[in-house]
Every structure is written in C-alpha cells, then in structure tokens.
C-alpha cells in the first residue's frame, strides 16, 4: 500500500535584519538554508523557497511582524515556538551553547516536523488584539528599561549615597525619586533631621506608613555617602538617571492608560481580565509579549 509522505517543514530564525530560513524533510534531514532580509523583496524570496520545497506548514519563534503576516497571506500553516522552548529545546540536538541563528533554524524545522501534533497552528488576530499587542509590547520594553535605569541609579548611590538604597519600598518609586531630587548628596542630607524629614514627608503626601524618625534612623545607619569633587559629579549623574526615570515613569502610565481603554473596548475584554493577577500582565501574556 502506498502511503502519503508528509510534506517538508520550514522554520525561520528572526532578527531585525535578516532571517535564517530551514527547510527539513519526513526523514529529518536538512535540505535547505537560506538567508533573507527584512524586505519586501526578501519576504517574496522567502515564499518562493518555501512554496519551491513543497513546505505547508512554518514554525518560528514570534507569533506578529512582516514575516508572519506574509506568511498567513500565503496561506502557510505558522507555528509558534518561544524563544524559551527553543532554548530549552537545543539540548535535544547537542546543543546548549550561545545562539546559532542556522541551528535554531533547522530546530524549529524539526521539531515542527516531530511534534506537530501538540502544536496548534497560529490564529490571525483581529486588528484591536493586534493593537493591544503593541501597546503591552512597549510597555514591556519601557519597563525593562526603567529597570536598567534603576541598577545605574543604584550602583551610583552606593558610592554617593548608600541611606538612600532601601529607604522607600522601591527606588523608582515617586517619593524615591522626589527625595533624590532634593538630596542630591551628602552635604543637602546632613541638613536633614527627624522632624524635617517628617515635615518633608507630609509636603510629598508621603503614605508609607513609616515616620520620619523610622526613616531617619535608617538613613542615619547606614554608610555615609562621599563628598568632595566626586559628590558633585555623582550629583549629575544621579539627576540625569532620576529625570530619565521618571520620564519612564510617565509614558509607562500612559500606555498602561491606553492598554485600559482599548481592553474596555475589546469584545474579549472579559478573558483579559478574568484571571486573579495584574491584568494588564495577563493581557500580556495573552498577545504573546510576556
């Protein structure tokens, strides 16, 4: 009896640039790679290979952008794989190293070939998902760059300023920042007593629930910070670090204002925020950015 041979599986490992493109047969065997770019003419080269090998079905690491939609519109089956399984994955083919852009190709290819069956074909989103998408993308980018901000910010005021590392709950918190802007170092923070500090705490609306005195002897207890030339060099770096913050800060909210209204508006509105964690994490994780 004569059996049907599966068709041929693609992969593609994305980058910004340019893409790596893997195309494997039924037995597992490699046989094609390719670059491409990030064109249009590049994503037309793409289709050819693909459609010229027979593949039906493509498997890649992200599930939105130019490649996928080209991709849906010529009708090809899109199979995502995260970054995370495909890192975990590479120990199947001898691999656990850094990044190799042909291996992860030629991976994906051929684990869409071997598990398909658990794999379910991405679905288009409509076009409010997409833009719901977008917006938890950016604020999951700004957030991991307020928190590289936050480690300068803090590698420069364990020099300049340890009492200040710790003695709000979150060092880019407004009351944090706010302080810094008002203690820039050593010398304005000698001024600073219990009762001024409790007097300056009640002008921010301070509600942490710590007295100034609490607060204080933190500060008081911990090592001093330096004076002197440095101390006035730190001082600008630690200005410039908390205006970047807080800029951050501001957009952050504002996207996460937008993210509020479009899920308002969305027809899924009840799955987004059914489940018991921060739903604009859990929208997250929906639109595929977390």
Same mark, same amino acid.
């Given at each position: 009896m004569k059996?049907?041979?599966?068709?041929?599986?693609?992969?593609?490992?994305?980058?910004?640039?340019s893409?790596?493109g893997?195309?494997?047969?039924?037995?597992?065997?490699?046989?094609?790679?390719?670059?491409?770019?990030?064109?249009?003419?590049?994503?037309?080269?793409?289709?050819?290979?693909?459609?010229?090998?027979?593949?039906?079905?493509?498997?890649?690491?992200?599930?939105?952008?130019?490649?996928?939609?080209?991709l849906?519109?010529?009708?090809?089956?899109?199979?995502?794989?995260?970054?995370?399984?495909?890192?975990? #994955?590479?120990?199947?083919? &001898?691999?656990? /190293?850094?990044?190799?852009? @042909?291996?992860?190709?030629?991976? =994906? !290819?051929? *684990?869409?070939?071997?598990?398909r069956?658990?794999?379910?074909?991405?679905?288009?989103?409509?076009?409010?998902?997409?833009?719901?998408?977008?917006?938890?993308?950016?604020?999951?980018?700004?957030?991991?760059?307020?928190?590289?901000?936050?480690?300068?910010?803090?590698?420069?005021?364990?020099?300049?300023?340890?009492?200040?590392?710790?003695?709000?709950?979150?060092?880019?918190?407004?009351?944090?920042?706010?302080?810094?802007?008002r203690?820039?170092?050593?010398?304005?923070?000698?001024?600073?007593?219990?009762?001024?500090?409790?007097?300056?705490?009640?002008?921010?609306?301070?509600?942490?629930?710590?007295?100034?005195?609490?607060?204080?002897?933190?500060? #008081?207890?911990?090592?001093? &910070?330096?004076? /002197?030339?440095?101390?006035? @060099?730190?001082?600008?770096?630690? =200005? !410039?670090? *908390?205006?970047?913050?807080?800029?951050?800060?501001?957009?952050?909210?504002?996207?996460?204002?937008r993210?509020?209204?479009?899920?308002?508006?969305?027809?899924?509105?009840?799955?987004?925020?059914?489940?018991?964690v921060?739903?604009?994490?859990?929208?997250?994780?929906?639109?595929?950015?977390?």
């Amino acid at each position: 009896m004569k059996h049907d041979i599966p068709a041929p599986t693609g992969a593609i490992d994305w980058a910004s640039e340019s893409h790596v493109g893997a195309v494997v047969d039924h037995d597992g065997e490699l046989v094609a790679r390719y670059d491409f770019s990030h064109t249009a003419e590049g994503l037309a080269a793409m289709l050819r290979r693909f459609a010229s090998h027979g593949v039906e079905a493509v498997a890649i690491e992200r599930g939105d952008g130019p490649v996928v939609e080209t991709l849906l519109d010529a009708a090809f089956e899109v199979f995502v794989i995260s970054s995370r399984q495909l890192k975990n #994955l590479r120990g199947r083919y &001898g691999s656990a /190293g850094n990044k190799d852009d @042909a291996l992860d190709a030629f991976v =994906l !290819a051929d *684990v869409l070939r071997t598990d398909r069956r658990r794999l379910r074909p991405l679905e288009r989103d409509g076009d409010r998902t997409r833009a719901v998408r977008a917006l938890t993308r950016a604020r999951k980018d700004l957030i991991a760059a307020r928190v590289a901000l936050g480690n300068q910010l803090l590698a420069n005021l364990q020099i300049a300023l340890p009492g200040v590392i710790g003695l709000f709950h979150r060092l880019d918190s407004p009351i944090s920042l706010a302080f810094l802007r008002r203690f820039t170092t050593a010398d304005k923070t000698a001024w600073l007593s219990a009762k001024r500090l409790d007097a300056w705490l009640s002008r921010q609306g301070y509600a942490g629930g710590k007295t100034g005195t609490a607060l204080h002897a933190t500060f #008081l207890a911990a090592p001093a &910070g330096i004076r /002197g030339p440095e101390a006035a @060099a730190r001082e600008v770096v630690t =200005l !410039a670090l *908390v205006v970047a913050i807080e800029q951050l800060n501001i957009q952050i909210a504002g996207i996460e204002r937008r993210i509020r209204t479009d899920l308002e508006a969305h027809p899924d509105a009840h799955i987004f925020t059914s489940f018991e964690v921060d739903p604009l994490q859990r929208t997250g994780q929906l639109c595929g950015t977390t």
